[in-house]
């Protein structure tokens, strides 16, 4: 099944709601958040998080799953940790820089496109009004300022 298609996002979410019960209730580890099949943990103590991996490894392993071995890693959060496009530190989250540059060269292909009128309007505005959705999650308001005062769409008549 692709990746990104709803039918799998839900399957994912129903096969691994028990994932989430038994680490809530069963592990009781609070600091615990997921979507769809990325999820992510916070502790103080390294030891503890280590366990708490091999908890899930084993469980996931009943599934006939397993975790990624290059992103599932335990490390200090203080730089910050990057989730779900986003870098988030204790009291904030920001947009990663690659997702900026990434929309940013979408912003450029859609003003390419317009101009040789190649795309609506609306498709421009509801690509800027999802992705502008996902920054407000965090602290972007001046990162996505700055990003839609950098491109402006006009057709050559």
């Known amino acids: 099944m692709p990746i990104g298609n709803l039918t ?14 038994y680490i809530k209730e069963k592990l009781r ?7 769809v099949d990325d999820f992510i943990f916070f502790g103080n103590c390294k030891n503890e998080l280590h366990t708490l991996k091999r908890e899930i490894e084993s469980y996931l392993e009943g599934l006939r799953l397993k975790t990624h071995s290059k992103k599932s890693l335990v490390f200090p959060s203080k730089l910050g940790v990057e989730f779900l496009g986003f870098r988030i530190f204790r009291d904030y989250m920001k947009v990663r820089k690659s997702t ?4 940013k060269q979408r912003l450029i292909q859609y003003k390419k496109q317009y101009q040789e009128g190649k795309i609506r309007p609306q498709k421009i505005s509801m690509s800027i009004e999802s992705w502008l959705a996902h920054a407000s999650h965090g602290n972007n308001y001046t990162i996505a300022r700055d990003l839609l005062r950098e491109v402006s769409f006009c057709r050559a008549a």
């Open 100 to 103: 900026v540059k990434s929309f």
């Open 8 to 21: 799998s996002q839900i399957f994912a979410n129903v096969y691994l709601d028990g994932l989430d019960h």
């Open 29 to 35: 580890w609070k600091a615990y958040c997921r979507y």
